[in-house]
Every structure is written in structure tokens, then in C-alpha cells.
T-cell receptor, first 115, second 113 residues
Framework: NAGVTQTPKFQVLKTGQSMTLQCAQD?????MSWYRQDPGMGLRLIHY???????DQGEVPNGYNVSRSTTEDFPLRLLSAAPSQTSVYFC??????????????FGNGTRLTVT | TQLLEQSPQFLSIQEGENLTVYCNSS?????LQWYRQEPGEGPVLLVT?????EVKKLKRLTFQFGDARKDSSLHITAAQPGDTGLYLC?????????????FGQGTTLQVKP
């Protein structure tokens, strides 16, 4: 099983450029989310979705947009990249209720540098 | 303000030593998970604890959820170099439990042979 697939693995952007980070899962999970990971900060939730057509903001949503047109895909869009968005981005999925039998499954991350 | 405080943030020990990592909060969580992350990869779930006072063992790793469900600990016995990695605790709040986890800052563990 592929699980959660993120592309690209690495990306360098210039300030003001836009891009989309792709995330796809093949486990038929209702819940998908985007986190960013910065040194000493752990993982911080950007946006999440509990099903197709439903999205909501997390802890640090500013500067990011998401949409969920299908169960499988949950892209993250940066409309105008800023150096403060330099980070490692992780996409994750799970069944709707995170229980001991339904962990959060993470992709391998996208390392983004904004110059 | 970090809702979940992990300590220590860095730990470097010799193979065979024991260690404990703490995850503390002033908030109550409906469940708490521990993840381990290796360089270049995403976090992988180790365990989920749900009941206050619950203790779960995974080989040499022992996880405990506080009685009030506000804190948790991870104890590793006789650490090995293969235990090296970033350990993250994550709490879920509320009975609806959409899976919106709150993560601690992480504890970087280095076990030297």
C-alpha cells in the first residue's frame, strides 16, 4: 500500500511565488490534514478536512489555502510565498475518529525553502 | 504558548541507559498518542493511551497516561542505538475527536553505542 503520498519532496521558491503541495491517500480515510514542522515547535496544524467538500482552519492557517474535492486528495496552496513559510510540510490522514485502532498516517514530507 | 510541553527537548545517552520523556499540559485530553520520527520521514505511531492511569508496554518502551489525563510519560529501558529519533506526544481534545491532534515540541533522543 502506498499510504500517504506527498509531492514534491523538495521545493525552492522565491518570495511572492505560488505553488501547490500535493497530497494523496489510498486508504479511503475521511480525515486529512496538513502540518508544518519547525525546529523546537513540533508539528502545528495548518488546515484539516473531515470529508470531501469540508475544510477548516487549524492553528496556523494564514497564507495557506486548501480544498477537498475528492476523498483521496488534499492539496495545500501557497498563494504568495514568504520566507516565514520555509518549513517541512506533512500531510496526514486517518479515519474520522482517531482511536487506538486508527492512528494518524503521515506522508514523508515536503521540504520547502522560500528565499 | 505550547499546549503540550515535552521535556527534555534533547537527550544524549549511552547504550544501555534508561530514560524518561515527559509530556505535560494544563488541559485534559481524551486520548494521547506517542509518535517516533526518523530523519526524512513522517512520524509513525507508537501507542495511543485513552484511560487515565493507563500503562502500555511496547517491548522496552513503557507509556503511561496520567490519572487526570493531562500528562503522559515514555520510559525506555536499556536504550539501544536503534531508539535514536525524535519522539512526539500528541493529544486529542473533546469527545467529538475529529483527529485534530495537538503536538508537543518533540524530544530528540540520541543513543550512542
Amino acid at each position: 500500500n502506498a499510504g500517504v503520498t506527498q509531492t514534491p519532496k523538495f521545493q525552492v521558491l522565491k518570495t511572492g511565488q505560488s505553488m501547490t503541495l500535493q497530497c494523496a491517500q489510498d486508504m479511503n480515510h475521511e480525515y486529512m490534514s496538513w502540518y508544518r514542522q519547525d525546529p523546537g515547535m513540533g508539528l502545528r496544524l495548518i488546515h484539516y478536512s473531515v470529508g470531501a467538500g469540508i475544510t477548516d482552519q487549524g492553528e496556523v492557517p494564514n497564507g495557506y489555502n486548501v480544498s477537498r474535492s475528492t476523498t483521496e486528495d488534499f492539496p495545500l496552496r501557497l498563494l504568495s510565498a514568504a520566507p516565514s513559510q520555509t518549513s517541512v510540510y506533512f500531510c496526514a490522514s486517518s479515519t474520522y475518529r482517531v482511536t487506538r485502532n486508527s492512528p494518524l498516517h503521515f506522508g514523508n514530507g515536503t521540504r520547502l525553502t522560500v528565499t | 504558548t505550547q499546549l503540550l510541553e515535552q521535556s527534555p527537548q534533547f537527550l544524549s545517552i549511552q547504550e544501555g541507559e534508561n530514560l524518561t520523556v515527559y509530556c505535560n499540559s494544563s488541559s485534559v485530553f481524551s486520548s494521547l498518542q506517542w509518535y517516533r520520527q526518523e530523519p526524512g520521514e513522517g512520524p509513525v505511531l507508537l501507542v495511543t493511551v485513552v484511560t487515565g492511569g493507563e500503562v502500555k508496554k511496547l517491548k522496552r518502551l513503557t507509556f503511561q497516561f496520567g490519572d487526570a489525563r493531562k500528562d503522559s510519560s515514555l520510559h525506555i529501558t536499556a536504550a539501544q542505538p536503534g531508539d535514536t529519533g525524535l519522539y512526539l506526544c500528541a493529544g486529542a481534545r473533546g469527545s467529538s475527536n475529529t483527529g485534530k491532534l495537538i503536538f508537543g515540541q518533540g524530544t530528540t533522543l540520541q543513543v550512542k553505542p
